[in-house]
Structure formats: structure tokens, C-alpha cells
């Protein structure tokens, strides 16, 4: 049987070299490359082609989640599995509806990284047990009382809205965004128009309030001042 080819994501160094170091002991499971940022995880998506990634949700200019987004659109057969310190049910709900096929706590991931990346192979999803738990929880509820089994929202901004309303959250300027996402001031100002407008939220600390309350960016973020 040929080997699970696995992309690392993830942007600090010291843990990426831990979960390498573990994937190395299994003999099925190969790590073709590692990426330290979203783009990245991206690109190396398109060019390499993995079978599994193992994704970071908390990553800067481009995170983990939205990156999914990205990966998935052009390669759906690509399994993702995000890892994250954080089980709020914003960040579960976000990976879920861009089509995840796990949600790991970092806490754990020692333990279940392996067994998660072959049953996500498989076509299997794999979660956390606590997140398992509250998954079917939900479900359970939801069947209860008639109502739909929720599968996520439907994301209403575009991807290159999610990545202006992230650098938004993280502080950056608009010439900054331009040199970061490879366009114009003046296409980064219409991006910034359309997520306010879109959101109905027209000040940067409800921006980040906004980012940090669906798994956008990290609760440790700041809100920021008007730039």
C-alpha cells in the first residue's frame, strides 16, 4: 500500500517539527512538505497535490480556515484536518462549513494525529472527543425540536474579503494589505467597502470583534484603531 502523502501547516516552527517527528515514526504516513503561513499552504497545495493536510487554524495574513476554503475549491478531494488550541463551536462551525474533514485539539493531537490523517483518508471524518461529543449533542438537539441539522453557515464574504477582514483584525494598514495580497490600494479599499457593507459593521473594533467570534483570528488579537 503507497504512502499518505501529508502537508504540515502550521506557523510556529517548534510545533511543526514535533508533529513531524511524530508522522516520521509511522511507516504509511509521509510528510511531503510544511508550510508556516495560510498562502503557502496554498501554493504547495496546487503544486505537491497531498493526499491529507494538517492545518493550523491560527495563522497570520491568511488563516488556516479560509486557506481550507481556498485549498478546497480548486482540489475537493484534498482532506483537511484542522488543528487548533481553541473548541469554541465559531471555529468548529467555520472549519465544518468550508469542508474540514476534522477538527483536532492541539491538547490531543499527539495521541489521535496519526489514527485521524488514515481515517480522513478513508473518507471518515475525525474529531476531538469533546468536539465529537458536542457535535452529535447538536444534532441530537436540533432533530429534537424539528429543526435542520445545521452543517454551517454559508460564508457571505469572498475569500478576498475574508483575507481583508482578517488583515483588517490583525492591524495592517491598506498599503500594507496591498503589498500582502498582491493588488491595488484601490482594490483593497473596495474589498474593505464590501466586508463593512456586507457585515453592516463600519468600525475596525467591531471588525475584530466580529473576526475573533467566528475563528477568523485568534481571541489574543486586539482590536485596532482606524487607519
Not at 34 to 47: C, R, Y
Not at 150 to 169: D, F, N, Y
Amino acid at each position: 500500500m503507497s504512502a499518505i502523502n501529508v502537508l504540515l501547516a502550521e506557523d510556529h516552527a517548534i510545533v511543526r517539527d514535533g508533529l513531524r517527528v511524530l508522522l516520521d515514526l509511522e511507516k504509511d504516513l509521509h510528510v511531503v512538505a510544511e508550510a508556516s503561513d495560510g498562502h503557502q499552504a496554498v501554493d504547495l497545495a496546487e503544486k505537491l497535490r497531498p493526499d491529507v493536510i494538517v492545518m493550523d487554524v491560527a495563522m497570520p495574513v491568511l488563516n488556516g480556515l479560509e486557506a481550507t476554503r481556498q485549498i478546497l475549491r480548486h482540489r475537493p478531494e484534498t482532506k483537511i484536518i484542522i488543528l487548533s488550541a481553541h473548541n469554541d463551536d465559531a471555529y468548529v462551525k467555520q472549519a465544518l462549513a468550508f469542508g474540514a474533514s476534522g477538527y483536532l485539539l492541539k491538547q490531543i493531537a499527539a495521541n489521535m494525529l496519526p489514527r485521524a490523517i488514515r481515517e480522513v483518508h478513508r473518507g471518515t471524518p475525525c474529531f476531538s472527543p469533546e468536539i465529537f461529543r458536542r457535535l452529535v449533542h447538536h444534532r441530537d438537539r436540533a432533530r429534537a425540536i424539528g429543526d435542520p441539522i445545521p452543517k454551517g453557515g454559508t460564508p457571505i464574504l469572498s475569500s478576498r474579503e475574508m483575507e481583508v477582514l482578517q488583515l483588517i483584525a490583525e492591524g495592517h494598514t491598506n498599503k500594507d494589505m496591498a503589498g500582502l495580497m498582491g493588488i491595488s490600494i484601490k482594490t483593497v479599499e473596495k474589498h474593505r467597502h464590501n466586508v463593512m457593507e456586507k457585515l453592516n459593521i463600519h468600525d475596525i473594533a467591531g471588525l475584530t470583534r466580529h473576526a475573533i467570534e467566528n475563528g477568523i483570528i485568534e481571541c489574543s488579537v486586539q482590536p485596532t484603531t482606524d487607519h
